[in-house]
């Protein structure tokens, strides 16, 4: 009987998250103004396996949640306000650039944007590919050009061994990005942070690609930040969706039911300005005409009563009072495993949400 309680409680034993980001601040300096504040106490989660997608428009803040993970904001002028981003145990903001280059390209990769940029102009493919290999892997030279190959090949390079030898110059746009796809799966990678990764690909190879990465997610377990702007790639690939909007997270929920209902304006905003295939229109409805819609900010409840979708630019007579205004706003749990960005009420403050977590199932 004691060796059967012992096997239950292992099995019940919570999954933890391979990576999350916890009130994470990041600001830049902006000469004689005051900082721009990129990313203002952003809270998400990333699991083995599971693929967390980060949507909303440009500037928002999704790319240097990424970047700060890999510590890759140069600073100054950036700066690291507050916060924490936990991977394996440790908090990787204070990690010495000697453990982060361990990490950096190992165990967590990131795709970037603008390959053209990321790539070394005087270096071949084969060489930038095989170097992140022999920094990460005990391999020989070898052994990490057959690891490179078969990764060039994994993205749809035709003949990899001969294109080891070319420069990034003598690839298309579309075919950098494979290279920088190819790059950071090398190592096999616990985390990847995918940046735009199929941008500048056609629809067949983006197919290919992202079938490639939930294939490598299902045999290595490998957990994927997908950052993109195209929503029914998130409706395909990803498990989470975390919504954000002027360094914030307005919402946050499983894919499914993020679809089915969107909770806060902002987020319904975006769906509704998406052409629809069944229905005609002399125009498109915009992300502004939603939000500035008084009636779009009402009948939202959680554990502490009633709240209200925050939002910044909500005309001063519509905002509720709140706890602390040096601190508008809050995440809030208005229903099991749905975040809801809100204005930091009295209520809110004395019913705390646990941070964002979705496990998978």
Known sequence: MAAHDTIATKASKPVE???SVEDLAVSFDNGSGPRIQAVAGVSMSVYP???LAVVGESGCGKSVTAMSSMQLIPRPPGRFDSGRIMFEGRNLLELPEREMLKVRGGKIAMIFQEPMTSLNPVYTIGDQIMEAVLLHQAV???EAARIAIKAMA????RDPEGRM???PHQFSGGMRQRVMIAMALACRPALLLADEPTTALDVTIQKQILELLRGLQHSTGMGMMLITHNLGVVAENA?????MYAGRVVEYAPVTELFDRPLHPYTRGLFRCIPGLSELRNRLVTVEEVVADPREYEGLRSEAGPVVPWWPFMDQAQRPALDDPSR???LVEVSPNRWVGCWRTPEVARHPSRPPRIAPA
């Open 328 to 330: 508008p706003y809050a």
């Open 154 to 157: 994994d993205v749809g390079i």
């Open 17 to 19: 998250p391979l990576m």
């Open 239 to 243: 498990d989470v969706v975390c919504c």
């Open 140 to 142: 020989s030279p070898d």
């Open 165 to 167: 030898r070319a420069y």
């Open 49 to 51: 396996r599971q693929t």
